[in-house]
């Protein structure tokens, strides 16, 4: 009787998937979105437990600018998000740990290890050439497009101190205005659910270190469960000329692609959620690279915003003054990049292409950029 009870109801949802193929594929991307940003919150979370306070000695350590580029990665590879780094180096300019000449190094090498995320994410699809291909390629230019901007700026900023001179003109401007806090809505819904599986598995466990990994493992679990099935979805609605309201509309052109990126990352205060989400759209084959670029461009200058705030509720001048130097180093970037936009997507095209011959060249990539050798670098040069 239950077999037959079962069979009527697997029967009717055929049949409805049949009728409504977009609403049921429209139900499990939301439902899969969610535990897309919640293994986001859970990896933060659970690094963030044996990782912060390494990255606040990390911070402590140096006087060298060119060391602190690379604890600046270190640091954000280390808690997956700039908005942290950035927001401690803000705290520690405040409290007169650092000064404003090191503390810009370590925001520059933050926007380069805040892009590990979003690489990340594109390595559930490794098995499907073709979409890890358009994955991994969306993925890079973001880290590209970084690197670029410090080997230009980066020189620029040690000779001169152009960035600490200007952002220090803004710094003065803004004296006398408070901070706001903005409602983070991707939070709300998941820094609940994350504390409680934390909270579980540290009563289950014990407060050893066994319980950080696990929550680690159930993060990076979420996300190729998640990630996997999102871009299934988003096949189905491609099919439903969802590509064309995408072109038509979010992404039709450079500013409104940038607006788009800038916007969403205020709106969840993370541009690695943010960069991460178009991964699986790339993958799909939902949006090009020359449509993401922009995208990305406008994410880094939407998530200063965060230390900005930070900054502004210290009322101290020399916090400001760094969380300013963030947005005007991602600005010079923008200024410098976005007409040479050519150079970036074509060095992410060419190594994704060169990627999909070897499947251990991307972890090895993620790897030695983001922890091999900032840390050969913080060791032997400081």
């Given at each position: 009787?239950?077999?037959?009870?079962?069979?009527?109801?697997?029967?009717?949802?055929?049949?409805?998937?049949?009728?409504?193929?977009?609403?049921?594929?429209?139900?499990?991307?939301?439902?899969?979105?969610?535990?897309?940003?919640?293994?986001?919150?859970?990896?933060?979370?659970?690094?963030?437990?044996?990782?912060?306070?390494?990255?606040?000695?990390?911070?402590?350590?140096?006087?060298?600018?060119?060391?602190?580029?690379f604890i600046g990665?270190?640091?954000?590879?280390?808690?997956?998000?700039?908005?942290?780094?950035?927001?401690?180096?803000?705290?520690?300019?405040?409290?007169?740990?650092?000064?404003?000449?090191?503390?810009?190094?370590?925001?520059?090498?933050?926007?380069?290890?805040?892009?590990?995320?979003?690489?990340?994410?594109?390595?559930?699809?490794?098995?499907?050439?073709?979409?890890?291909?358009?994955?991994?390629?969306?993925?890079?230019?973001?880290?590209?497009?970084?690197?670029?901007?410090?080997?230009?700026?980066?020189?620029?900023?040690?000779?001169?101190?152009?960035?600490?001179?200007?952002?220090?003109?803004?710094?003065?401007?803004?004296?006398?205005?408070?901070?706001?806090?903005?409602?983070?809505?991707?939070?709300?819904?998941?820094?609940?659910?994350?504390?409680?599986?934390?909270?579980?598995?540290?009563?289950?466990?014990?407060?050893?270190?066994?319980?950080?990994?696990?929550?680690?493992?159930?993060?990076?679990?979420?996300?190729?469960?998640?990630?996997?099935?999102?871009?299934?979805?988003?096949?189905?609605?491609?099919?439903?000329?969802?590509?064309?309201?995408?072109?038509?509309?979010?992404?039709?052109?450079?500013?409104?692609?940038?607006?788009?990126?800038?916007?969403l990352t205020v709106?969840?205060?993370?541009?690695?959620?943010?960069?991460?989400?178009?991964?699986?759209?790339?993958?799909?084959?939902?949006?090009?690279?020359?449509?993401?670029?922009?995208?990305?461009?406008?994410?880094?200058?939407?998530?200063?915003?965060?230390?900005?705030?930070?900054?502004?509720?210290?009322?101290?001048?020399?916090?400001?003054?760094?969380?300013?130097?963030?947005?005007?180093?991602?600005?010079?970037?923008?200024?410098?990049?976005?007409?040479?936009?050519?150079?970036?997507?074509?060095?992410?095209?060419?190594?994704?292409?060169?990627?999909?011959?070897?499947?251990?060249?991307?972890?090895?990539?993620?790897?030695?950029?983001?922890?091999?050798?900032?840390?050969?670098?913080?060791?032997?040069?400081?």
């Amino acid at each position: 009787m239950t077999i037959y009870f079962l069979n009527g109801k697997m029967q009717k949802l055929k049949i409805l998937y049949n009728k409504h193929p977009n609403l049921i594929a429209g139900i499990k991307l939301a439902f899969f979105l969610y535990l897309f940003f919640l293994s986001l919150q859970l990896m933060g979370d659970s690094m963030k437990l044996f990782g912060k306070e390494f990255a606040n000695t990390l911070i402590q350590t140096t006087s060298n600018p060119f060391v602190g580029l690379f604890i600046g990665i270190l640091a954000t590879s280390i808690v997956q998000s700039s908005s942290s780094t950035t927001s401690i180096v803000v705290g520690m300019v405040a409290g007169g740990v650092l000064n404003i000449h090191n503390a810009i190094p370590i925001i520059m090498g933050a926007n380069i290890g805040t892009s590990i995320t979003n690489t990340i994410a594109s390595l559930p699809q490794i098995n499907r050439s073709n979409e890890f291909r358009r994955a991994f390629a969306a993925a890079t230019v973001h880290d590209f497009f970084n690197f670029l901007a410090v080997i230009v700026l980066f020189p620029l900023q040690v000779a001169t101190n152009f960035l600490g001179i200007a952002s220090e003109v803004l710094a003065n401007s803004f004296q006398n205005v408070g901070g706001l806090n903005f409602l983070n809505p991707v939070k709300t819904i998941t820094k609940p659910v994350s504390n409680y599986i934390i909270l579980q598995l540290k009563l289950g466990i014990g407060e050893g270190i066994l319980y950080k990994w696990i929550a680690l493992a159930i993060a990076l679990i979420f996300l190729f469960f998640a990630l996997k099935n999102m871009t299934d979805s988003l096949k189905i609605l491609i099919m439903s000329k969802a590509k064309a309201w995408f072109d038509q509309f979010l992404f039709k052109t450079t500013p409104r692609a940038m607006i788009v990126g800038l916007l969403l990352t205020v709106l969840v205060q993370s541009s690695s959620i943010t960069t991460s989400l178009v991964v699986p759209m790339a993958g799909a084959g939902l949006l090009t690279l020359v449509q993401i670029f922009p995208y990305t461009l406008g994410a880094n200058v939407g998530t200063t915003i965060t230390a900005i705030l930070a900054a502004l509720v210290t009322g101290n001048i020399a916090a400001v003054t760094v969380a300013f130097a963030h947005l005007l180093f991602n600005i010079g970037g923008i200024i410098i990049w976005l007409p040479l936009k050519i150079v970036p997507i074509a060095m992410a095209q060419k190594f994704a292409e060169y990627s999909i011959k070897n499947k251990l060249i991307p972890v090895a990539y993620i790897v030695i950029l983001f922890f091999v050798i900032p840390i050969l670098v913080i060791y032997f040069v400081n």
